[in-house]
């Protein structure tokens, strides 16, 4: 399964949305970082509450196809939070500077700074204990050297 294959599965399930809006007041355009990102229709002010993650634990030692198919968020370098249809959260794009961070429980997404509205949230994808297979990926590597 690629990001091709989650975009068409959450197409079918959903009724031909996108995903499933889990940050109130944001929405999907295109970006400048890549492809498409999630734009603030308004404010945020320093440690608010953007949304909290769910889904399903899953150990990546296990089952490791998860990295490249599905949505997901680390808990630890071995268990991802693992989402099956694309969130909001899926759109976020990597930033050396991001405007959003993930609490230490793994599922608390807060502003980190300032956002306003019209901003592209974006996140440090490597303050996440990410597994080392995706450290070791082409698409890490890609966003260490863009960051």
């Not at 404010?43 to 030692?61: F, H, K, N, S």
């Not at 099956?84 to 793994?106: E, K, Q």
């Amino acid at each position: 399964m690629t990001f091709r294959d989650i975009d068409l599965f959450a197409d079918r399930m959903l009724g031909g949305a996108p995903f499933i809006e889990t940050i109130a007041g944001a929405e999907l355009a295109s970006s400048t970082i890549q492809g498409r990102g999630m734009f603030a229709r308004r404010a945020w002010a320093t440690g608010e509450l953007l949304c909290v993650l769910d889904g399903q634990v899953v150990d990546v030692t296990r089952h490791p196809a998860v990295i490249d198919a599905l949505e997901w968020n680390a808990l630890s370098p071995q268990r991802l939070l693992v989402r099956a249809l694309r969130t909001s959260y899926g759109f976020i794009n990597h930033s050396g500077r991001p405007n959003t961070r993930i609490d230490a429980d793994g599922r608390t997404m807060r502003a980190c700074r300032p956002i306003s509205p019209g901003d592209e949230l974006t996140m440090d994808y490597f303050e996440q204990p990410v597994p080392p297979v995706y450290l070791a990926s082409l698409e890490a590597a890609v966003l260490k050297k863009n960051s």
